[in-house]
């Protein structure tokens, strides 16, 4: 069944949308992979399907197949993953689990401990704008750009 094109129907929510995507993919001092990995692991657990595919296509340009592939048991892996990527990918998922996780203090310090408070804004804000996206892009069935 076809959806409804949410970007269409609403342009001046999405242009909101991509304002903030803007900003926290140009504005911020995150390293801009950094963000698409925080970006596919959101997405993932949110099991949004277009932005598991552009994000895992916008990270290739930069990382390895081997390490995307293993972002989903990024805390198995450790080697491959930086201390910082680490601490954002934990808090890309107490964040995006908010309503389980409640934003522990063990992980809130995990994560100021490995970022700026400038930074870790700008990181808890990049988080929240996946989450929205993928709230929009899950139930309207964008379309992937993955062939079978």
């Known amino acids: 069944m076809t959806r409804l094109n949410w970007q269409e129907i609403a342009p001046d929510g999405a242009k909101a949308l991509f304002a903030i995507h803007h900003y ?19 997405s993932q657990i949110n099991g949004c ?15 390895s197949i081997d390490k995307i592939t293993l972002v989903p048991v990024w ?17 890309a998922e107490e964040v995006t689990r908010v309503s389980e996780t409640h934003a522990s203090d063990e992980a809130y310090a995990a994560a100021s401990a490995a970022f700026t408070p400038k930074d870790l804004v700008d990181l808890t804000i990049t988080i929240a704008a996946m989450n929205a996206f993928n709230r929009l892009g899950a139930p309207f069935r964008l379309p992937v750009a993955a062939a079978s």
Request: proline share 2%; hydrophobic share 45%; with cysteine.
């Open 49 to 63: 399907a277009h932005c598991i595919d552009m994000h895992s296509r916008d990270l290739r340009k930069t990382m």
């Open 24 to 42: 926290v993919t140009k504005k911020t001092n995150l390293p801009e992979e950094l963000v698409h990995l925080v970006f596919l692991r959101v």
């Open 75 to 91: 805390d198995e892996v450790h080697h491959l993953f930086s201390d910082q990527e680490r601490a954002a990918l934990a808090w």
